[in-house]
């Protein structure tokens, strides 16, 4: 008797648990248990199997690439965590307040930053939704773009370098992270920038919506202007640079880079006079609640995948994928829209861990350049997050918004920027150097 359909069974199960708001580490663990004993008294799966678990652990703990991972999270925490971001926020706000729509514009570039740094979605719209919307309301911005904007900036942190969500993406592609990192910056600066675009354009044809700040607030005089930009708006932007430069010229590997990220996020943090035994206790423990979510769920989903390939899983899905009509484009298609459909209900790093182990060898297969596929995989997912009514981007918005926002503006706010992002994501399939251009000339390949 075929007993193919286990492995298909598998997903539903993880998936049914996952709708209950079990955990995701042990709903993955759960389920391959349970699978592994039905696989095994039907004398499908070999306990055996199990032997390998530890020497995979192992190997897990042993990656020094995952080793980024705490650090870009403690980066993006220190920032946040410190009031680094809040004061970039108001200096930048400044600097763009004579624009109508300026603060939007400020919004979207700090809310970039941020989410690259810690490259968790839920930080960045949680940490931007504090501290800018109640100003953008103050300043009698439309509710449906103040929304929209801070949505959409906390999603950029996907595909915009350095990122963690970038770092487990190439672990699992099995490619380097750094000519990931480098081949996301041309992408993640066109969705940005078509972000921005966008609040200019909507400004200019509506000012009402976006209006210029007041010219008590934004004319604080230029001496202290320069001052601000000096002290508060250069530091964090040259500490971005000095990560992706040393990365992009061979200097450093993203995990060292990371690691001097952290060290220069805690020196900007004590020359602002921030640097305190609280703020540290804060960040450290931020950072070991993100981490130890990240490494219980790769070890639920080494138990899952390993269950899901005794049970002949990974040959079941590869025989249907690469036979799927329109061969690399076909299977794309359906890639897309499988990861797309599961961004609604789970998080990027429960999508790293368990799907993308199953798509990679079957994208390799077909000859499609991964380091592209990556990109276009953390745009889709980007997509995904802000996508009404289950993206996850506009839940983390609506739990921390005032009562005056409503529901709807969110949604109604993240339409424009969803088909912005669907128009880059487009352009980064139907043009690949995009993606390919810079990491062709990364120094030292």
């Known amino acids: 008797m075929n007993y193919d359909w286990l492995g298909i069974a598998m997903f539903a199960g993880a998936l049914f648990l996952l709708s209950f708001g079990y955990p ?69 706000g400044i600097i763009f307040g004579r624009m109508r729509g300026g603060l939007a514009l400020a919004v979207v570039i700090v809310g970039a930053l941020l989410a690259a740094s810690t490259g968790v979605v839920a930080a960045t719209v949680v940490a931007m939704g504090l ?41 699992q592609l099995g490619i380097s992270v750094g000519d990931l990192f480098i081949g996301s910056l041309i992408p993640g600066l066109l969705m940005a920038g078509a972000f921005c675009l966008h609040v200019i354009i909507v400004a200019w044809l509506k000012p009402e919506m976006a209006p210029a700040l007041p010219k008590e607030v934004r004319d604080i005089g230029s001496k202290a202007l320069i001052t601000r930009v000096i002290k508060v708006m250069l530091p964090p932007l040259g500490l971005i640079l000095i990560v992706l430069g040393s990365i992009f010229f061979g200097f450093a590997t993203p995990t060292e880079a990371g690691a001097v ?102 994208a390799q297969k077909l000859g499609l350049d991964l380091v592209w596929y990556g990109v276009i995989i953390g745009a889709n ?51 690949p150097g995009i993606v390919s251009f810079l990491p062709s000339l990364k120094i030292g390949s």
């Open 131 to 171: 501290i800018s919307l109640p100003i953008m309301l103050r300043y009698g911005y439309n509710k449906e773009l103040a929304t929209g904007v801070i949505v959409a900036s906390g999603t950029l942190g996907q595909i915009i370098p350095p990122s963690v969500v970038l770092v487990v993406l190439g672990d």
């Open 24 to 92: 995701v580490a042990f709903s993955l663990g759960g389920v391959a248990i349970i699978f592994a004993l039905i696989g095994a008294a039907l004398g499908e799966f070999s306990l055996s199997f199990f032997n390998a678990m530890p020497s995979r652990i192992f190997g897990i703990m042993a990656n020094y690439t995952l080793l980024a991972i705490p650090y870009f999270i403690f980066l993006g925490s220190m920032l946040e965590k410190t009031g680094i971001a809040e004061k970039l926020l108001e200096t930048m």
């Open 381 to 431: 997912l980007q997509t995904s997050f802000l996508t009404p009514p289950f993206g996850f981007a506009l839940f983390y918005l609506r739990g921390v918004a005032p009562p005056e926002v409503k529901t709807q503006d969110i949604y109604r706010g993240a339409i424009p920027f969803i088909l912005l992002q669907l128009l880059v994501l487009f352009l980064i399939i139907a043009f």
């Open 261 to 362: 990220g952290s060290l220069g996020a805690m020196i900007l943090a004590y020359f602002n006079g921030k640097l305190t035994w609280g703020a540290i206790a804060q960040v450290c423990d931020a950072t070991l609640r993100i981490t130890s979510m990240v490494m219980f769920i790769l070890l639920g989903s080494t138990a899952f995948s390993l269950v899901f390939r005794g049970l002949g899983g990974d040959r079941f899905m590869e025989e249907i994928l690469t036979n799927i009509p329109g061969g690399a484009i076909g299977f794309l298609l359906v890639n897309m829209v499988v990861i797309f459909f599961l961004g609604f209900f789970i998080d990027f790093f429960e999508i790293a861990f368990i799907v993308i182990p199953i798509f990679a060898p079957i």
